[in-house]
C-alpha cells in the first residue's frame, strides 16, 4: 500500500437546491473552484458534507459526480460514516465501485464501542476493501474516540493508512504520530486551527472545512511550509483562525455555506432541521471574509 495522504484537503460541502436535491452544476463548479484554488486533494461525503442526511443513492451521486469532475488531477477521499460495521462496508463498497482513491471511517457515533470493539470494527472495513483507509476521530461530534493505542495497532493493518483527528487535543493528534513512526501511517490534522502545529510536529497535512471557503489561503499553510517557508506558513494559519473559530455564528456547517454565498459560490441551504444564520450573524460572517482578504 503505497498511498500517502498528503496536503490540504476540504471537507468538501455537499451544494443543495432549494428542495434539497443534490445541486449537480454548483458541484462541478465547486469542485474546480477547489482545485484551481491549489488544494491537494478533495474529500466527499464527509461531516462538512451533511453525509447524515444522504441516503445511498444521493452518496453515490455526490462520488460519481465529484469523480467525473475532478478527472484525476487530485486524489478523491470518500467519507463512509455509520453506526454499524456492515452499514460502513457498504458505504465503502460504493465508493470502491464508484473509483475514489481513499476513503475516512468516522468512528460510531450514538453507540459506546470498547477500544477492542473499534479495532475489530476497523479490521473487518479494511478486510473488505481494497481501497486505502483513513481512521477519522471526532469525538466532539460522536463521543467515541480512538486512543494512540488503538491507532498503533491498527496502523499495523496494510491498507489503514492514517487518521484524520477533529479532537482539537493536540497531545492526543502528537501522540498518534510518536507512536506510529516508522509505520505506513499518517497524521492529518482535521481542526482548521492546527494544521500549521501539526506539520511541525510531523504530521502530513489537513482536511479541513475552512479550505471550501479559502482554498488558496489553506493550502498556503501547506505549500509554504514544505517550501521551508515557515513564517509564511504560520502567518497563512493566523490568517485562516478567525474563520474557523467564528464557526460558532451558526449551527454547523451552516458557515460554511453561508460564506461560499458571501463570495458568489452558489452552496444552497444545510439539511433541515440546519437553518439560516441570521442576519447579524452573516455581519459578523462578513467582517471575518473581509479581514481574511476574502471579500472586498
Same mark, same amino acid.
Given at each position: 500500500?503505497?498511498?500517502?495522504?498528503?496536503?490540504?484537503?476540504?471537507?468538501?460541502?455537499?451544494? =443543495?437546491?432549494?428542495?434539497?436535491?443534490?445541486?449537480?452544476?454548483?458541484?462541478? %463548479?465547486?469542485?474546480?473552484?477547489?482545485?484551481?484554488?491549489?488544494?491537494?486533494?478533495?474529500?466527499?461525503?464527509? $461531516?462538512?458534507? !451533511?453525509?447524515?442526511?444522504?441516503?445511498? !443513492?444521493?452518496?453515490?451521486?455526490?462520488?460519481?459526480?465529484?469523480?467525473?469532475?475532478?478527472?484525476?488531477?487530485?486524489?478523491? +477521499?470518500?467519507?463512509?460514516?455509520?453506526? /454499524? /460495521? %456492515?452499514?460502513?462496508?457498504?458505504?465503502?463498497?460504493?465508493?470502491? !465501485?464508484?473509483?475514489?482513491?481513499?476513503?475516512?471511517?468516522?468512528?460510531?457515533?450514538?453507540?459506546?464501542?470498547?477500544?477492542?470493539? *473499534?479495532?475489530?470494527? +476497523?479490521?473487518?472495513?479494511?478486510?473488505? $476493501?481494497?481501497?486505502?483507509?483513513?481512521?477519522?476521530?471526532?469525538?466532539?461530534? &460522536? @463521543?467515541? &474516540?480512538? $486512543?494512540?493505542? /488503538?491507532?498503533?495497532?491498527?496502523?499495523?493493518?496494510?491498507?489503514?493508512?492514517?487518521?484524520?483527528?477533529?479532537?482539537?487535543?493536540? /497531545? *492526543? &493528534?502528537?501522540?498518534?504520530?510518536?507512536?506510529?513512526?516508522?509505520?505506513?501511517?499518517?497524521?492529518?490534522?482535521?481542526?482548521?486551527?492546527?494544521?500549521?502545529?501539526?506539520?511541525?510536529?510531523?504530521? &502530513?497535512?489537513?482536511?479541513?472545512?475552512?479550505?471550501?471557503?479559502?482554498?488558496? =489561503?489553506?493550502?498556503?499553510?501547506?505549500? %509554504?511550509?514544505?517550501?521551508?517557508?515557515?513564517?509564511?506558513?504560520?502567518?497563512?494559519?493566523?490568517?485562516?483562525?478567525?474563520?474557523?473559530?467564528?464557526?460558532?455564528? @451558526?449551527?454547523?456547517?451552516?458557515?460554511?455555506?453561508?460564506? *461560499?454565498?458571501?463570495? @458568489?459560490?452558489?452552496?444552497? #441551504?444545510?439539511?433541515? #432541521?440546519?437553518?439560516?444564520?441570521?442576519?447579524?450573524?452573516?455581519?459578523?460572517? %462578513?467582517?471575518?471574509?473581509?479581514?481574511?482578504?476574502?471579500?472586498?
Amino acid at each position: 500500500m503505497n498511498f500517502v495522504p498528503k496536503g490540504v484537503l476540504p471537507a468538501m460541502i455537499t451544494p =443543495l437546491t432549494k428542495e434539497g436535491k443534490i445541486n449537480e452544476k454548483a458541484l462541478r %463548479k465547486l469542485v474546480n473552484y477547489l482545485i484551481d484554488g491549489g488544494i491537494h486533494g478533495i474529500f466527499a461525503v464527509g $461531516t462538512t458534507g !451533511e453525509f447524515y442526511g444522504l441516503t445511498p !443513492e444521493e452518496h453515490r451521486e455526490v462520488l460519481e459526480i465529484t469523480v467525473d469532475e475532478t478527472k484525476g488531477r487530485v486524489p478523491v +477521499y470518500a467519507g463512509a460514516a455509520a453506526i /454499524t /460495521t %456492515k452499514q460502513v462496508v457498504k458505504l465503502v463498497n460504493i465508493a470502491e !465501485e464508484v473509483g475514489v482513491d481513499a476513503v475516512s471511517v468516522l468512528t460510531p457515533m450514538f453507540i459506546s464501542p470498547s477500544q477492542d470493539q *473499534l479495532i475489530t470494527h +476497523y479490521k473487518t472495513i479494511a478486510a473488505n $476493501t481494497k481501497l486505502p483507509i483513513l481512521l477519522y476521530n471526532n469525538v466532539p461530534k &460522536t @463521543g467515541v &474516540t480512538i $486512543t494512540a493505542a /488503538t491507532a498503533a495497532k491498527l496502523a499495523d493493518v496494510e491498507n489503514i493508512v492514517g487518521i484524520k483527528d477533529s479532537s482539537g487535543d493536540f /497531545t *492526543l &493528534t502528537g501522540e498518534y504520530i510518536r507512536l506510529t513512526r516508522g509505520k505506513n501511517f499518517h497524521v492529518l490534522a482535521g481542526r482548521d486551527t492546527l494544521i500549521h502545529a501539526a506539520l511541525c510536529y510531523g504530521g &502530513t497535512g489537513s482536511i479541513a472545512a475552512c479550505a471550501n471557503v479559502a482554498p488558496r =489561503l489553506c493550502a498556503d499553510i501547506y505549500d %509554504k511550509y514544505m517550501a521551508g517557508d515557515i513564517k509564511g506558513s504560520l502567518e497563512a494559519q493566523y490568517t485562516l483562525a478567525p474563520l474557523r473559530i467564528g464557526f460558532t455564528l @451558526g449551527t454547523f456547517p451552516t458557515v460554511i455555506k453561508e460564506a *461560499l454565498e458571501l463570495l @458568489g459560490i452558489e452552496a444552497g #441551504p444545510c439539511m433541515d #432541521p440546519v437553518g439560516p444564520m441570521s442576519t447579524e450573524e452573516k455581519e459578523q460572517l %462578513k467582517k471575518i471574509l473581509i479581514q481574511m482578504g476574502l471579500l472586498k
